[in-house]
């Protein structure tokens, strides 16, 4: 697996407009890499209140608009983490689902979940729920390493999202959730790549 904290030693320069494929994708991963050792070295006092902001704005938004079903994330790599806010809205009835992969190259499935849930480590060592049927969220809570003006996101590069939001039966609300350093001007958009319907930030 790519070595995806160590920080670059420079920026990675933007490719050319016109830029095929793979020259695109070398720019992602090397921009991948630095977002994610930026967000690895946020200092905790600082971590602590970029989370409570965002935390803020997550709980307007659902607030704002209630769902049936909402499939979320266990933080990874320094990620902001929605467990305790997600926790609270569970007990005042909210349903919640994580995402578990079953093959690479295939759609996430989402298995319930509750504080308490029986858990196994999945992909990366990410924990998910061990067993229990595939449900489908009416909202996903999307991480973001990085994230454009457009509301593209650039995620982990697996194209799980992607790939998941695409093949659902009925579309999903996406909220983006993540830290504002991670926006770009562009992620140079893709054929495959699919915009979120709005992105959530401590800005």
Same mark, same amino acid.
């Given at each position: ?6 920080? $670059? ?18 720019? =992602?991963?090397?921009? =991948? ?29 659902? !607030? ?7 499939? +979320?994330?266990?933080?990874?790599? &320094?990620? /902001?983490? %929605? =467990? @305790? ?15 578990? *992969?079953? #093959? ?5 499935? +989402? =298995? ?8 196994? !480590? @999945?992909?990366?060592? *990410? $924990?998910? %729920? #061990?067993? &229990? ?12 390493? &990085? +994230? ?9 590069? @697996? ?9 659902? $039966? ?11 350093? @991670?926006?770009?001007?562009?992620? /140079?958009?893709? $054929? ?7 992105? *959530?930030?401590?800005?």
């Amino acid at each position: 697996m790519d070595d995806l904290t160590k920080a $670059p030693d420079h920026d990675p320069a933007p490719p050319d407009p016109d830029a095929d494929w793979p020259a695109i994708r070398d720019w =992602r991963k090397a921009t =991948r890499t630095r977002l994610i050792a930026e967000r690895i070295a946020i200092p905790a006092p600082d971590r602590a209140a970029r989370s409570e902001r965002i935390d803020r704005a997550l709980a307007a938004a659902l !607030e704002a608009r209630p769902s049936r079903l909402i499939g +979320f994330y266990w933080p990874f790599r &320094g990620e /902001y983490d %929605p =467990r @305790g806010l997600l926790a609270a809205l569970r007990e005042r009835g909210a349903h919640l689902a994580l995402p578990v *992969i079953v #093959e690479r190259g295939r759609p996430l499935v +989402f =298995r319930a979940w509750a504080p308490g849930s029986l858990m196994t !480590e @999945g992909v990366w060592n *990410i $924990p998910v %729920p #061990e067993a &229990g049927d595939t449900v489908q969220p009416d909202l996903l809570i999307v991480p973001l390493v &990085g +994230f454009d003006r457009r509301t593209y996101r650039l995620g982990y590069g @697996g194209g799980f999202y992607d790939r998941t939001i695409a093949a659902m $039966p009925a579309r999903p609300r996406t909220l983006g959730v993540g830290f504002a350093l @991670g926006q770009l001007e562009t992620i /140079y958009p893709q $054929p495959h790549d699919i915009a979120l319907d709005a992105v *959530i930030t401590d800005a």
